[in-house]
């Protein structure tokens, strides 16, 4: 078989409009990993908010894996262990979080399995009610988090985030990695890490070259694993930019993507 893994970003990808995975969609997985093919799930999601995805997929039993927070933690399925994890500082977070109060933005970041801010807004509600996570709403987030955590998110109305963004690149560039997912999520993670450094670092570690995977995403967190894929690919509703380097466009995450794609590039001859 010409491609041995699939990996695919969740919200707007794999998931519909109501965050599920369609029927139709969920028996091409399964045919794809009882025919020997790895399907890994890679999100800016919290590993907490993939675990019930995961457990759906029936990926513990395949052997796959998870990349979560944007690649920062690698998770076993197999195994339920980390086999990487990247995280903040905390000195790195109090500097993001000193940057988003001259910003006015929000921030968010996670301790443990609880998300942690000093605001709440319907931004903010959105992350809450996607990972099903705990929302503690604190009076002094610096005092707050007291260690390392694995990623940062800030929010707000998408027009001004993206200058924010553009500001954020301008100021910390060499310092962390950068990416809106949402239009109102800006996601920052250590330096170096993204989806594709750690894909490539699966790849490595379980011994299959990057040509023999295929990515598949929409938005622009996806860029560093479309870029190092074998076969970059995405969902009909992909943003403009991620369609220009996907080699294969498959119907839209309300229009059965991940089948459609799996029975073209996998089992038609």
Do not use: W
């Amino acid at each position: 078989m010409k491609y041995k893994m699939i990996v695919t970003d969740l919200d707007d990808t794999l998931l519909n409009s109501q965050g599920k995975i369609s029927s139709e969609d969920k028996k091409a997985i399964m045919e794809a990993q009882e025919a020997g093919v790895k399907f890994v799930l890679a999100s800016g999601r919290p590993t907490y908010a993939m675990r019930d995805l995961a457990k759906e997929l029936h990926l513990e039993k395949y052997g796959s894996f998870i990349l979560s927070y944007n690649g920062s933690i690698i998770t076993d399925c197999k195994t339920n262990k980390n086999i990487l994890e990247e995280t903040l500082t905390v000195d790195e977070i109090h500097k993001l979080y000193d940057f988003s109060k001259r910003k006015n933005v929000e921030i968010i970041t996670y301790l443990e399995d609880t998300i942690i801010s000093e605001d709440y807004s319907s931004y903010i509600e959105v992350e809450v009610d996607l990972t099903k996570m705990p929302f503690e709403k604190v009076k002094n987030f610096k005092a707050t988090i007291d260690k390392d955590c694995v990623k940062c998110i800030m929010l707000e109305d998408p027009s001004y985030l993206s200058k924010v963004e553009k500001e954020l690149k301008n100021e910390l560039e060499k310092e962390f990695s950068i990416a809106i997912s949402k239009p109102f999520f800006l996601e920052i993670t250590k330096l170096g890490v993204d989806k594709g450094s750690s894909l490539l670092r699966l790849v490595d570690l379980i011994g299959i070259k990057i040509e023999e995977v295929i990515v598949v995403g929409d938005s622009y967190n996806d860029l560093p694993m479309l870029k190092v894929a074998g076969l970059p690919a995405c969902v009909e509703n992909a943003k403009p930019e991620i369609k220009e380097i996907c080699q294969f466009i498959s119907t839209s995450n309300n229009n059965n993507g991940m089948s459609n794609l799996i029975k073209k590039l996998i089992f038609e001859k």
